[in-house]
C-alpha cells in the first residue's frame, strides 16, 4: 500500500518519480558577475530589490523566483496544491511574506542552508504521493543575514579566510507530473556535530553532515559514486569540499572525479573576494535552477545526487559556546525511469 | 495509484489512516498551576529545567516530551523513521540541538504556533504513505520567547490586555500503525493578513486564518461543525476566539456549541495572570496531549478537528511596519475508520 519502496530507514525510491515541471534561478549583482552569470533567469542589479529594506528584498527575490517557475510552466498560482520553502531570517519572514501574496496553501520549513533538499524532500512525498503539483523554493540575501547573523555592512567587520559568502539568489523547482529530470531516490539527513564552535567556519562543521548522508544514501541504493555523472553539495566551500573528500576517502569512497560544491561554483574563488566560496539556502537554490538542471534537461547530466548541507546553529547559541549541528538532505534525480 | 482521496485543493482523506501510537505532555510551573495540572505526563517546578540557560531549558523541554512518548509507547528512537519538529527560537534551535542528541532522522520545521498542526500534517502524509513511525512535536517556552521577542524578564515591561502568555510546554506526538485515535483528514493552510499590525494582538491576527481553514475543512469534508464532537483552535486566546466564533457565524457556520481555544484551557484566565490566554508552539501542543488525546483513548471524544493557529510575523517586521500574516493547520482526529 505504500508509495515507495524503504530502502533503508530514511532512504525512499518513489515508485511514480516526481518529475521537475519548469524551474527558474533568480539571482543578485555579485551573482550576476560569476562564472553562473549567464545561467540565471535574471539577474537584479539593484540589490534592493526595488524595495526599501534588505528583508523586504529578499522577499521579493524569493518570490521572483517562484513566479517565473511557474510563468515558465505555463502554471497558474492557482493549480499549485502546496508552496513548500523557507529562508534564513528570524522567524523564515522572507518566504513567509512572499507565500501571503502568492495565495498558495503553505508549509515552511527550516533547515539553515539545507532547506533547498529538504524542501524536495517533503514536495517530492506529497507529489509522489498524490498531490498535482508543489512547489519547493527557497532563497537567501547577503545583507539581511550579515546584518542578522554578524555585524551591520557598515560596519565593515573584517571576516576569516574560513568564513563564506552568503548568496543573494533564490531557486525554485515546481514538481509535478511531466518534465524532466524525474526525483527518483531521497534519503533524510540526520544530525552530525563534529564539535566546531566557529561559526565563521561552517565548511568544516557541514562537511561530515554531508558524507554521513551520501554514505547512507549510496549503501542504500547499492551504488558507487561513480555511478553517478555529478554529486554536489550545497555550500560546503573550498575547505569543507576538501574535508568532504579526504572524510570519505577515509572510508573508502571516492567522490573526488565526480564531486562540485555549489558554493565553489557560484563565485569565482580567485578573483571575487568571497573567500572560502558561497552559503545560504540561496547558493544550492540557485545553482540546481541555473546550471544542474539545466544540465539535465538538456541530457549533459543523467543522473545527479544533490545533497543540501545546514548548519542548524544561531547566534546565540554560539554565544553561549555551543556546537555546530549540521544536516544534509540528499535528493537523487534522473533524466530516465 | 494515490495513497489518499483529494478533498479540495489542500484538503486530504488517507486511504489508510496514521494512528497516533503513543504521546506525552511535559509543561513548566505556570502550567502546572492552570486547569490542565494533573492531565501532563510531567510538570517540571524549575522553569530552567536543569539547564542554565532558557534556550538549553526549552530544548531539555522538548527532548523530555519525545523522549517520554516514545517510552510510553515501548519504542525505541532507532525505531522512528523521521522526527518532524521546529519551535519559536531564532534557528529553530530548541527542537534542532534536541534532534541532535536523539540522532533521528530529521525535518525542520517553521509555522510559528501552527507547527503541532504543520509537523502532524507532515507527519501523517509520510506514516500514511508508507513509513513506519513518525514523531511530531514541538515546544514554547515563556522565558527564552519573552527575551527573544519583547524584553529581558528583569526589566518587568507591561503587557496590553490582548496580550498572550507564551506556554512553557512541549507535547510530542508518535504516528504509527496501531493506536488511536487516527489522523483520517488534514488540510494544508494558506497565509491570510487582514493587516493587523499591533504584534500584542496574535488573536486577532490570527482568527481569521483559522476561519479560513475550518471553513475550506468542513467544505471540503462535506461536514457540519455539529459532526464534530469538538473543534480546538491553537492559541487565539480569548480575544481571538470571540472573533473566530462571530467571523463564522457571518458565513453561516456556528461552532460556538462545540469550539474551545488551547490558549483559554491551558491557564485559568480569571485567577492566572495571563491576560488573553496562553500561545506559543507549545501551547496547542501540550494541550493535545495532555487533555484531546486522552479524551479521545478513552471515548469521551470520538470525532475532533485541531487547527492550530501560526503568526508568522518577525520582531524586525513589526519594527518595518508589516502587518502579521497568520496561518492555520487543520487535523481530524477520529477515534473509528
Redesign the interface.
Known amino acids: ?4 519502496t ?1 530502502l533503508s ?2 532512504t ?1 525510491q518513489f ?2 518519480p516526481p518529475s521537475v515541471f519548469s524551474f527558474a534561478a533568480v539571482a543578485g549583482p555579485k551573482e550576476g558577475q560569476g562564472p553562473l552569470a549567464k545561467c540565471f533567469d535574471r539577474v537584479e542589479s539593484d540589490a534592493y530589490f526595488g524595495q526599501k ?1 534588505w ?2 528584498a529578499e522577499s521579493a527575490l524569493f518570490k521572483e523566483a517562484v513566479v517565473t517557475a511557474l510563468d515558465k510552466g505555463g502554471i497558474k498560482s492557482n493549480d499549485v ?2 508552496l513548500i520553502s ?1 529562508d534564513l ?5 522572507a518566504t ?2 512572499a ?2 501574496d502568492l ?10 542552508c539545507s532547506t533547498m533538499a ?1 524542501s524536495l ?2 514536495a517530492s ?2 507529489v509522489s ?3 498535482n503539483c508543489a512547489v519547493a523554493a527557497t532563497c537567501s540575501h547577503f545583507c539581511s543575514a550579515e546584518k542578522q547573523y554578524r555585524f551591520p555592512l557598515e560596519y565593515g567587520g573584517q571576516r576569516p579566510p574560513t568564513s563564506q559568502w552568503t548568496v543573494t539568489g533564490a531557486g525554485a523547482v515546481v514538481l509535478g507530473k511531466g518534465g524532466s529530470p524525474f526525483v527518483t531516490r531521497v534519503t ?4 552530525i ?1 563534529p564539535g566546531i564552535t566557529d561559526a565563521n567556519n561552517m565548511g568544516a562543521a557541514m562537511a561530515p553532515a554531508f558524507c554521513d548522508t551520501v554514505k547512507r544514501h549510496l549503501k542504500a541504493v547499492g551504488a558507487k559514486p561513480g555511478d553517478y555523472d555529478m554529486i554536489f553539495s550545497g555550500d560546503l566551500g573550498k575547505l569543507g569540499k576538501k574535508i568532504a573528500v579526504d572524510l570519505l576517502k577515509e572510508d573508502g569512497i571516492d567522490i573526488s572525479e565526480n564531486y562540485e560544491d555549489c558554493g565553489c561554483m557560484i563565485y569565482d574563488l580567485n578573483k571575487q573576494d568571497v573567500h572560502s566560496g558561497g552559503s545560504g539556502c540561496g547558493c544550492s537554490a540557485s545553482v540546481l535552477t541555473s546550471y544542474i538542471l539545466p544540465q539535465m534537461r538538456t541530457l549533459k547530466l543523467n543522473r545527479v545526487l544533490f545533497a543540501a548541507t545546514g548548519a ?6 554560539t554565544q ?1 559556546g ?1 556546537s555546530i ?1 549540521s ?1 544534509a538532505h540528499a535528493i537523487e534525480f534522473s533524466t530516465s525511469i
Open positions: 500500500m505504500s508509495f515507495f524503504k530507514r530514511s525512499l515508485h511514480n529594506t528583508e523586504k496544491d502546496v523557507g531570517l528570524n522567524q523564515c519572514t513567509g511574506y507565500a501571503r495565495a498558495i496553501p503553505y508549509l515552511g520549513l527550516y533547515g539553515a529538504e524532500f517533503c512525498m506529497l504521493g498524490g498531490l533524510c539527513g540526520k544530525i556535530d542548524l546553529l544561531s547566534p546565540l547559541t553561549q555551543e549541528p544536516i
